[in-house]
């Protein structure tokens, strides 16, 4: 596998406190990676710096994307924004979603804000939707769903735009155990199954272990990275974008 997110020598203090004191990783295209490590251990600091979230006092981010190499961490801030909307795809503890709008909307959205014609975002958000067990509530507000429901919208709206890599802050953080794992089967089938790159923090040993490698943060360094092994990943189809038709 090629390398798809490095970082080197990466530092990130807040005040007095250093969050991130020199990590070098390498993330592999098509691998499912866990961060895990106490709280204040730098994991959420890393997590967003290899999304651009924000920018490290010092080191390097670097990006394989589909333009060719780019380095994050020299990026201005809209540049960042505009690969995050395109090439990244977030999931949170909270799914962050716009509860006055319904799934289907939700997931739209994240076409729309690129340009997309709001009919045909919809019905590819609709596609979205039901190829993660989601087919008939399309309508429904975010508060008209379960846990669990809305996570996989969240997965969703992730996914729509063609991310290569998808970020996932404690995706399961507010879940009971069966529910999470339901969850983590749609992360996986719809990442890794497709050959997409996941990158996950997580407090949740099971939900680690889910992922092909483990990474381990404390005191902002990197204590611990596991050989990546091939997890094996439901087969999943995902709906086919059409061409791009803009408002």
Not at 181 to 200: C, I, N, P, R, Y
Not at 215 to 223: A, L, N, S, T, Y
Request: hydrophobic share 40%; net charge neutral; glycine share 10%.
């Amino acid at each position: 596998m090629t390398n798809i997110l490095s970082i080197r020598n990466l530092h990130k203090s807040y005040g007095s406190t250093v969050a991130l004191a020199g990590i070098d990783l390498d993330l592999r295209t098509g691998e499912s990676v866990a961060i895990m490590g106490a709280s204040g251990s730098g994991k959420t600091t890393l997590l967003h710096c290899l999304a651009g979230i924000i920018t490290p006092d010092a080191g390097m981010v670097g990006f394989a994307g589909p333009h060719g190499a780019q380095t994050i961490s020299a990026m201005k801030e809209t540049e960042r924004s505009r690969l995050r909307r395109e090439s990244f795809g977030f999931v949170f503890q909270q799914g962050l979603l716009l509860p006055e709008l319904t799934a289907l909307e939700n997931v739209a959205l994240a076409l729309m804000l690129s340009g997309t014609a709001r009919a045909q975002a919809e019905g590819y958000a609709q596609q979205w939707l039901a190829s993660l067990g989601l087919a008939g509530m399309e309508q429904r507000r975010i508060g008209e769903l379960s846990g669990g429901q809305a996570q996989r919208v969240a997965i969703a709206r992730a996914q729509v735009t063609g991310a290569n890599v998808i970020f996932a802050d404690e995706p399961t953080g507010a879940l009971d155990s069966s529910t999470s794992a339901e969850v983590m089967d749609a992360l996986l089938k719809s990442t890794v199954g497709l050959g997409k790159t996941l990158v996950l923090v997580t407090h949740d040993s099971a939900v680690a272990a889910r992922c092909g490698r483990l990474v381990e943060v404390r005191d902002g360094r990197v204590i611990h990275d596991s050989s990546p092994t091939t997890q094996p990943t439901e087969a999943f189809t995902a709906p086919v974008r059409p061409a791009q038709v803009t408002q």
